[in-house]
């Protein structure tokens, strides 16, 4: 059982242009949703984060927006730069017991053409 | 510098011949993750490790084994590797207690061929 869609699986984008990528939660206990950023060749790395009590956070040029009501989260990349190619896991894990364990979408596959 | 390794980044092996992966990490961390990464699949978590001596499965532990005998170390254990077993490997560390604000850190991968 999926607990954490996201979807598209794929994404082309041009230069400067924003890149949208949505995931969608079933589990009410969730209580933190990260964004981890994967190179080619490398490990997943943390991008950002965002706790349910906001509606959005941006850092840079990244942006979550959060609908709780919907159980929905997103990552905008305003002005995607070709660097900004690799791969984005959104996630979850909830508070307490079992906070350690991140549950991942399946990824998207970002490419930013020039 | 704080980080997980891997070793092998790299290994072509036959069916039936067993192997390790090993995984480090210096950041005292209780949790220890191990994923494999398909394509259209994502990541999918293989056994995790709350601390030493505790290891306990996730969503596709058939034909792994797992080991924490010490705290910066947790091996993986392929006793009778299958081509079906071919994908990308990665190791993942965090703290724990709680706070769900824990940053899971990922080793570089190993890149696994089961011929």
């Known amino acids: 059982q999926q607990q954490v869609k996201q979807s598209p699986q794929s994404l082309i984008v041009q230069k400067g242009g924003i890149s949208i990528i949505n995931c969608a939660y079933e589990?009410?206990?969730?209580?933190?949703f990260p964004w981890y950023q994967q190179f080619p060749g490398k490990g997943p790395a943390l991008l950002i984060a965002?706790?349910?009590?906001?509606s959005e956070k941006k850092e840079g040029r990244f942006t979550i927006s959060f609908n709780k009501s919907a159980k929905q989260f997103s990552l905008h990349i305003m002005d995607s730069q070709p660097g900004d190619s690799a791969t984005y896991f959104c996630a979850a894990n909830p508070s307490g017991a079992g906070s350690y364990q991140l549950t991942f979408g399946k990824g998207t596959k970002l490419s930013v053409i020039p | 510098e704080a980080q997980v390794t891997q070793n092998p980044r790299y290994l072509i092996t036959v069916t039936g011949k067993k192997l390790t992966v090993t995984c480090s990490q210096n950041?005292?961390?209780?949790?220890m993750s191990w994923y494999r990464q398909d394509p259209g699949l994502g990541l999918r978590q293989i056994y995790y490790s709350m601390n030493v001596e505790v290891t306990d499965k996730g969503d596709v532990p058939e034909g792994y084994k797992v080991s924490r005998k010490e705290k910066r170390n947790f091996p993986l254990i392929l006793e009778s590797p299958s081509p079906n077993q071919t994908s990308l490997y990665f190791c993942a560390s965090s703290r724990v207690g709680g706070r769900p604000d824990n940053e899971q850190f990922f080793g570089p991968g190993t890149r696994l061929t089961v011929l």
């Open positions: 950041m005292n961390h209780e949790y």
């Open positions: 589990n009410t206990a969730f209580d933190y």
């Open positions: 965002i706790r349910p009590d906001v």
